[in-house]
Nanobody, 113 residues
Framework: QVQLMESGGGSVQAGGSLRLSCTPSEFTYCMFDMNWYRQAPGKEREFVSGIDSLGTTNYAVSVKGRFTISHDEALNKVYLQMDSLKPEDTAKYYC???????WGQGTQVTVST
């Protein structure tokens, strides 16, 4: 079964940027309808952003205007560009394939003041 792997997480100061990547273990059409979620300690997992097979994107209100999701079809990867990061963005971020119902293991993002 295809596996997803997130990368690009780390620690940054408020106002900084990170770019998360979601890479499958092999080429897969599972990548054509993808979401990013995040989960902070003690909180439920929440939707962050999604992109469908037509390239239509949507965002949680809390990240709209700061985060950008994209899909590189040639590389078969999905990205989440995160700008103007805030401490409340601190969480573990997961990519998920809607089409194939699979999740990655997550990558930690920590934003300090």
């Amino acid at each position: 079964q295809v596996q997803l792997m997130e990368s690009g997480g780390g620690s940054v100061q408020a106002g900084g940027s990170l770019r998360l990547s979601c890479t499958p273990s092999e080429f897969t059409y599972c990548m054509f309808d993808m979401n990013w979620y995040r989960q902070a300690p003690g909180k439920e997992r929440e939707f962050v952003s999604g992109i469908d097979s037509l390239g239509t994107t949507n965002y949680a209100v809390s990240v709209k205007g700061r985060f950008t999701i994209s899909h590189d079809e040639a590389l078969n990867k999905v990205y989440l560009q995160m700008d103007s990061l805030k401490p409340e963005d601190t969480a573990k971020y997961y990519c998920s394939s809607v089409r194939c119902s699979i999740w990655g293991q997550g990558t930690q993002v920590t934003v300090s003041t």
